[in-house]
């Protein structure tokens, strides 16, 4: 489900082009490692129906596979979205940043109908 990046250039300015738009918004966030108990928090930066950018204090590694859960905002009606993601991009972490909040992109790899379907309706909601 990964959107793909194009660079087009309008009138000298680098443009992205994606299959699946992203949409800002901060929203929280709950996520497991698989096969892991332990539960953590963050923050999305932007989501589309391909993923979404979050703000984590743990630094993830390419690859793995995490569990989450969104939380939609509450005048919306909706239940936590569920899906599993995989780790399609992150930084590394310098010794300065302990405390700071980092940006990983996370592409959704599992996700049900009923989920999709509130994620679309998520996305429309941003949308306005």
Do not use: C
């Amino acid at each position: 489900m990964r959107g793909k990046r194009t660079g087009k250039k309008s009138r000298g300015i680098q443009r992205e082009s994606r299959k699946f738009p992203r949409r800002p918004i901060e929203l929280p966030i709950l996520y497991t490692f698989t096969g892991n108990i332990m539960t953590y928090g963050g923050e999305t930066g932007n989501i589309s129906e391909g993923g979404l950018l979050v703000h984590l204090k743990e630094t993830l590694w390419e690859g793995m596979k995490v569990k989450i859960e969104i939380f939609p905002p509450d005048l919306f009606g909706l239940k936590p979205i569920k899906a599993v993601t995989q780790i399609v991009w992150a930084p590394a972490r310098q010794w300065e940043d302990w405390n700071e909040y980092l940006q990983h992109g996370l592409e959704f790899i599992e996700i049900d109908n009923k989920n999709s379907l509130k994620l679309k309706r998520l996305l429309k909601y941003i949308e306005g």
